[in-house]
């Protein structure tokens, strides 16, 4: 029973930069998996990134060099840094993680990221 908390998202022009936030209701120390994800209108959602312990991380070829996945334990809050932004990023990102064990996935609600001139 995870409650994932996102926050951070609004509308940038094209090369801006975002950070958006997402806070879980519990320790992040007790999550080993948690990801980044997106929609875009009319499209599928998609893995944009994954952060594995704050050691291991994977990105979307898409995102590579542009955003960055971390964490940090004092706020207990995982971030998605996103620079260089384009038209294209433009999606609603959504934050999740899922139980090892059970299988089942949890959600945030989601936050909207628009990039336009």
Do not use: H
């Not at 009319?42 to 590579?64: C, F, I, P």
Request: hydrophobic content about 30%; proline content about 4%; charged content about 20%.
């Amino acid at each position: 029973q995870v409650q994932l908390v996102e926050s951070g998202g609004g509308l940038v022009q094209p090369g801006g930069s975002l950070r958006l936030s997402c806070v879980p209701s519990i320790s992040i120390f007790n999550i080993y998996t948690i990801n980044w994800y997106r929609q875009a209108p009319g499209k599928q959602r998609e893995l944009v990134a994954a952060d594995t312990r704050g050691g291991t991380t994977n990105y979307a070829d898409s995102v590579k060099g542009r955003f960055t996945i971390s964490r940090d334990n004092a706020k207990n809050t995982v971030y998605l840094q996103m620079n260089g932004l384009k038209p294209e990023d433009t999606a609603v990102y959504y934050c999740n993680t899922r139980n090892p064990i059970s299988l089942r996935d949890y959600w945030g609600q989601g936050t909207r990221v628009t990039v336009s001139s």
